[in-house]
């Protein structure tokens, strides 16, 4: 397995009890084929520019190993959750 970085962008005026739901879910996809070393919350953050005009976002940094299938599923359910404004999934070299 290798080892990524994860950077979700939620929208900042969603519920928190949502945005849980939905880091859950993003843990579960990680966790049925991998495993999670971090999670950081960074909070509110303003943005470098607009997005749907929209200045601020929520935002969760997470560490992970996994497949490329893991990858694959993440990047699907960020592209179709209405609360994720953007995402990025690196993988770190060793």
Known sequence: MRK???VFI???NMEEEKR???L???KGIIEAD?????VDEWGVRKLAYLIDDIGE????????EGSSEV???LD???RISDGIMRHMIVRIEE
Not at 57 to 64: E, H
């Open 4 to 6: 990524y970085e994860g």
């Open 76 to 78: 699907r359910v960020a």
């Open 10 to 12: 939620f929208l900042p």
């Open 71 to 73: 990858i694959k599923e």
């Open 34 to 38: 991998g495993s999670i070393s971090n």
């Open 20 to 22: 849980v739901q939905l």
């Open 24 to 26: 859950n879910r993003f």
């Open 57 to 64: 976002g929520y935002y969760v940094l997470l560490n992970f």
